[in-house]
């Protein structure tokens, strides 16, 4: 074999950085995303970053696994070659089921980072449409790049304090978790890095993150905030904090959000990282999780574990919620479409039922359990099956198992077999 063709065969094989059409680094655009009151999204962009890290997430250049309600593309101009894809969802997704999002038009930050191509490049994004059947994406803004005439701002490199939790491998090779610190004060610094982990061993304390840990780097740091706590609005309480977290986001009490994307994100990427996981110091019930934007976990919140485990499904698997009480600040639509998450169906035969190879031969489809019949013979409990109430409804969704972390909290409460195959599949496409 010819050197040049062995070369050319080892760029191509070679996943992530320094494949064809990319050179070392990580690039992040920041973008303004608005919408609401009925109209149609609108994107501004507002600048590329360069995060002097060399790129550490996805192992392949196109996720299979689209779990977000938003994709984008990657493609290099002259060759007009998609160079890399990713899906995520957003403050802004969350925001779109809201009471709040046909009244209002909002705007949000917004960011997406890839690897930093070596030439001029394009970036699309697409939108699920979430009415239709497939959920497919639709392109909805596309902007090219001239990487010799484009402004890219350096990271502002801060003097923040950092601790390794769990150090598995280098960056490009492993699942790289940073937990950031919000509402701790320069007095509260070793509380923090011992609070983080504390999390850290109870996510790790739940299966398959336990057989997997191996597979993930986690990293804790610190940007001191000047007060103490996070905002809560009922209170008029507003303290002055590193990433201005609030409670009681979008009218719903347990929820916490922070707007401040670009601060977040200029803060994560002083580590290696690709899912943040926002540790605030509070003891309140006040938590969130958005596939490719952050988790929140209250420290001393007792429920921090279960928090940490359900909150992180949604953040890093893109898992939805199997419970099916209605969430008051959410608007379901009326349609009744199959969901693009991996633990919700419509189905209701086994053959629509995208779970169906974890069905044994023998379990009923619908899968009866105790809550609609109590005098039920047969206890499917511990079984694989398709078992009514999910996604904030009790009728017409259905979830894997009876119970499941992305259910309901509970002694001896674990993710069901079809969540931690979801997990799983997550990992391997960030790790090996
Ligand atoms: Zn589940």
């Excluded at 950085?17 to 990580?26: C, R, S, V």
């Excluded at 706590?229 to 347990?254: C, D, F, N, Q």
Aim: proline fraction near 4%; charge should be positive.
């Amino acid at each position: 074999m010819k050197l040049s063709t062995l070369v050319f065969l080892l760029l191509i094989y070679c996943p992530g950085t320094n494949a064809i059409g990319f050179a070392e680094g990580t690039l992040r655009m920041d973008y303004l995303h608005t919408g609401g009151n009925r109209t149609s999204d609108s994107i501004k962009f507002v600048e590329l970053i360069d995060e002097a890290q060399k790129w550490s997430g996805l192992l392949e250049s196109s996720d299979k696994l689209l779990r977000g309600d938003y994709q984008f593309t990657i493609t290099d101009q002259s060759t007009r070659q998609v160079l890399f894809t990713n899906s995520f969802s957003s403050v802004y997704s969350d925001w779109a089921m809201s009471v709040e999002y046909k009244e209002k038009q909002r705007t949000f930050e917004e960011s997406i980072r890839f690897p930093k191509p070596s030439d001029d490049f394009t970036v699309t994004l697409f939108k699920r449409d979430l009415s239709v059947k497939g959920q497919p994406f639709v392109k909805f803004w596309e902007k090219s790049f001239v990487l010799k005439k484009e402004k890219i701002r350096a990271l502002r490199k801060l003097n923040i304090k950092s601790e390794m939790i769990i150090e598995s491998g280098s960056p490009e090779k492993k699942v790289d978790v940073v937990i950031i610190a919000e509402g701790f004060t320069k007095a509260d610094e070793t509380n923090f890095f011992e609070q983080a982990k504390q999390v850290t061993r109870k996510l790790f304390s739940y299966s398959p993150y336990k057989e997997y840990q191996s597979h993930f780097n986690v990293r804790a740091i610190f940007p001191v905030s000047e007060q103490r706590g996070v905002a809560i609005p009922s209170k008029e309480y507003y303290p002055s904090t590193a990433l201005s977290v609030y409670s009681e986001a979008l009218g719903m009490t347990r929820y916490a959000l922070t707007l401040q994307n670009n601060q977040l994100r200029d803060i994560a990427a002083n580590v290696p990282y690709d899912t943040i996981i926002i540790l605030t110091n509070s003891n309140k019930y006040s938590a969130a999780g958005i596939y490719g934007a952050y988790t929140i976990v209250p420290a001393f919140e007792q429920r921090s574990g279960f928090l940490m485990a359900h909150e992180f499904g949604h953040h890093f698997a893109g898992l939805a919620d199997e419970y099916f009480h209605s969430t008051p600040g959410y608007e379901k639509s009326k349609a009744i479409i199959e969901p693009y998450q991996p633990n919700i169906t419509i189905g209701k035969t086994r053959k629509t039922i995208k779970w169906r190879d974890l069905i044994g031969d023998k379990t009923p489809i619908p899968t009866p359990w105790q809550e609609q019949d109590d005098s039920n013979l047969q206890n499917y409990s511990s079984t694989v099956g398709a078992f009514e109430g999910a996604f904030y409804s009790k009728y017409n969704y259905f979830r894997p198992s009876e119970s499941c972390l992305m259910r309901l909290n509970g002694k001896n409460i674990e993710f069901c077999t079809v969540c931690k195959e979801a997990i799983i599949q997550m990992i391997k496409a960030y790790s090996k």
